[in-house]
C-alpha cells in the first residue's frame, strides 16, 4: 500500500495482494468481493472521488461496489 496526501486530497494505491488480504481477512471477510486480487488506485479530494482504476483500467472496465469500495478505501485511510 502507497498513501499520499496533499492537503485534503489524497491519492491511494494497492497492490493485488493488499486487496486479496483485506478481502479474507479472517472475521472480517468481504464475500464476493470484486477488488480481491486486483490492483487499486483511488484519487480522493476533500472526501470526493476524482480517480479510480483498478488493474491499470478507468473504473468502467469493472463493476465495483460503492460499498465495497468505500469500506477497502476508509480501512486503508485509516492505517
Known sequence: MRKVRNGNAVKLWLSANDTWNWATRPGQRWACSELSGK??????????????AVNGKDSHAYDVSADELNAIVEDHLND
Open 39 to 52: 490492483r487499486l488506485f483511488v484519487e480522493l479530494d476533500d472526501g470526493d472521488l476524482v480517480d479510480i
